[in-house]
């Protein structure tokens, strides 16, 4: 045997070694992993979520990185801790927003790991994201409910997260028309604190038409949003007119007047699309005879008072 | 194995609190409810106030109440007096009075609003001709002002203005504001 097949000899050797040796090492890494997962299931069904998470967590790091298990038990210990919070706080309280976020993140995980093998796992993940989809839903009205100032963007961001979740746990479900609903909440939820708010505020105004301009937009046929828009419009402007007195100059009076006209003119398109979309509706043949009266335009004012008197006419028959 | 029974407690629990959160959401309470305010009537006392205020009155019209008089529209009227009744002009108290005779026009009215047209309205500019007294008149666009009023409301570009007959008021001994010359308009 010459001394290169010596060293052919030997690499084989070393390689065979470092295989074992890797092999050995990643068996070890697997059991090691296996019994993390393990203690941490025990000590969640305990409900002790903290310490699960201290043994768990770790892990998700390095051995358990693509173990669904284990993804999915620290996901099922957020989500009892996020559950604890809203029990004794509140479901918006920082630590159950941020232990929901967590929950939610892991336990799209565990399920997208365990999706080919279909285990218990995916299914037990798609019933927690499922019940942390609703508490999400749950806030939304929560927060149209007790609406404050500014806060439009959380509760948007609350529903988006729906939809985000929802979209794991079944890719044909359409939440457009609830989406059209919360922005339609929240240009109405606007409206009221500008009605109740002492002093004027063109910012809510202006997120009352923008909410419902992105209800239009969603859904080219909701009647509501666009009749609501209309009025809207129409009100802000009778109420900067009104809002002309002794303390008015001249001047004033003029822009004011411009201002109002500008925003009658606004509300004439998306109530004439109201029209459209159910012509004998008597609430906007009246919104169409005021707005076009407001407009000076006579004819036009004359012809929707003529068609709403036509309507009640033959509802009285 | 974490096959926790809760979950299908929840599940329908959960199931029951989506459907009545989406359906209130839903449900369209409280919906914006249509202004019916009369806008042309507010614009048109906003301005009457201003001719009131702005104008350069005679000394022998700067005694006793400040009057404007308002003839054929109840609504202008109406508003006139919720939102300027108890003011001022200059140290007059604002008198707003709806004429619906014109025998009560002659002797006490700065301000004089009307929507009469042909022979009324003749009757009434004759009735008032030569009295200082502000005539103002709002007829269609395609309508020429009246002869002998001294302020005509016009719509413009969907806006009301109003024109000034210059010759009028100082036949009438008015001395007409700069601040109501300037922001008149012309057809």
Same mark, same amino acid.
């Given at each position: 045997m010459g001394s290169h097949e010596m060293k052919n000899y030997s690499s084989i050797i070393l390689l065979i070694w470092v295989f074992v040796l890797f092999s050995a090492q990643a068996n070890a890494q697997n059991v090691n992993s296996e019994s993390i997962v393990d203690a941490a299931i025990d000590l969640a069904e305990q409900e002790l979520f903290d310490e699960a998470l201290k043994m768990i967590e770790p892990a998700l790091l390095h051995?358990?990185?693509? #173990?669904a298990r284990a993804w999915y038990v620290s996901g099922y210990s957020h989500k009892g801790k996020f559950k604890k919070e809203v029990f004794l706080? &509140? &479901? %918006?309280s920082a630590l159950a927003l941020s232990e929901r976020e967590l929950a939610v993140s892991q336990l799209i995980k565990a399920y997208e790991i365990d999706a080919q093998s279909s285990t218990s796992i995916s299914e037990l993940s798609l019933d927690a994201l499922d019940y942390l989809s609703k508490t999400y839903m749950n806030d939304v009205v929560r927060g149209v409910r007790g609406f404050t100032r500014g806060m439009d963007d959380v509760i948007v961001g609350y529903f988006n997260e729906f939809v985000a979740i929802r979209s794991v746990i079944n890719q044909n479900e359409d939440w457009t028309r609830e989406e059209v609903e919360v922005e339609k909440n929240l240009a109405r939820a606007n409206r009221l604190l500008l009605e109740t708010t002492p002093t004027d505020s063109e910012e809510l105004f202006a997120r009352v038409v923008a909410h419902y301009y992105k209800a239009i937009e969603l859904d080219g046929e909701d009647y509501t949003a666009r009749y609501n828009l209309a009025i809207n419009l129409y009100n802000r402007g009778v109420s900067r007119l009104k809002s002309? #007195?002794? %303390? %008015?100059a001249m001047f004033e009076l003029m822009e004011t007047q411009d201002a109002c006209i500008e925003l009658f003119d606004k509300a004439l398109q998306p109530m004439l699309a109201a029209h459209t979309m159910s012509p004998n509706r008597k609430e906007t043949l009246k919104g169409l005879t005021t707005i076009y009266n407001a407009l000076s335009n006579k004819e036009e004012s004359d012809k929707y008072k003529h068609a709403l008197d036509k309507v009640l006419k033959a509802e009285g028959e | 194995m974490l096959t926790l029974g809760i979950r299908n407690m929840y599940l329908l629990l959960f199931a029951v609190v989506i459907l009545l959160s989406t359906s209130w959401l839903q449900s369209d309470q409280g919906g914006p409810q249509l202004d019916e305010a009369n806008t042309i009537a507010i614009t048109k006392a906003s301005f009457l106030f201003q001719f009131a205020r702005s104008n350069d009155w005679p000394n022998d019209k700067k005694q006793g109440n400040f009057r404007i008089g308002i003839q054929g529209n109840t609504a202008l009227y109406l508003f006139l007096v919720e939102k300027?009744?108890?003011?001022?002009?200059g140290s007059q108290m604002l008198e707003v009075v709806e004429i619906?005779?014109?025998?009560? !026009? !002659?002797?006490?009215?700065h301000v004089l609003y009307t929507e009469s047209e042909g022979e009324q309205l003749i009757q009434l500019i004759n009735q008032t001709a030569d009295k200082p007294i502000m005539v103002v008149t709002s007829v269609d666009a395609d309508t020429a002002m009246p002869e002998g009023a001294v302020v005509n409301f016009v719509v413009q570009t969907s806006r009301i203005r109003y024109e000034l007959d210059m010759e009028n008021a100082l036949n009438r001994g008015l001395v007409v504001g700069n601040r109501i010359l300037s922001w008149a308009v012309t057809r």
């Open positions: 051995e358990a990185k693509d #173990d706080v &509140s &479901s %918006t002309i #007195d002794h %303390t %008015t | 300027y009744a108890g003011q001022t002009i619906s005779d014109s025998e009560q !026009v !002659v002797e006490f009215t």
